[in-house]
């Protein structure tokens, strides 16, 4: 666990509200992760860090880690996925927007839940999916 927290049911919440919390979840991983490659310039871990937050790239991990879903996290994901939502970015169809949110539902999901070490495993397995190419 980053830090104490008190357990909340992420079920009590909509699905924006869990993608709310998932983005920023999501975006300290890859930070993390972008620093655990070595030391470089701020600017640098900015460019790398925008590249795997984009929606874009969230749809892409998120389509491929339906297969390694469980049922409920199946569900989560669609719920985010189907979420009425008013903008997305310029840089973005709606379709990658609307799976980008799914991803971010799901992780907020799984951070609320305490499910830090699923939460991990995905997380992982999602970095790894997009560093392949």
């Not at 919390?21 to 890859?30: A, N, P, R």
């Not at 799976?99 to 799901?106: D, Q, R, S, V, Y």
Request: with cysteine.
């Amino acid at each position: 666990m980053l830090f104490s927290r008190k357990k909340m049911d992420p079920r009590e919440y909509n699905p924006l509200a869990l993608a709310y919390i998932g983005d920023t979840v999501f975006d300290l991983f890859v930070r993390t992760k972008l620093l655990e490659g070595g030391n470089r310039r701020a600017a640098d871990l900015h460019k790398s860090a925008i590249a795997l937050v984009r929606a874009g790239a969230q749809a892409k991990m998120a389509a491929e880690l339906t297969d390694e879903l469980t049922e409920e996290e199946l569900g989560v994901l669609k719920w985010g996925r189907n979420a009425k939502v008013n903008t997305h970015p310029s840089g973005a169809t709606i379709g990658e927007y609307h799976m980008a949110t799914g991803l971010e539902t799901l992780v907020g999901f799984l951070y609320l839940e305490g499910e830090d070490g699923r939460l991990c495993e995905l997380l992982e397995k999602a970095y790894s999916i997009f560093n392949k190419e």
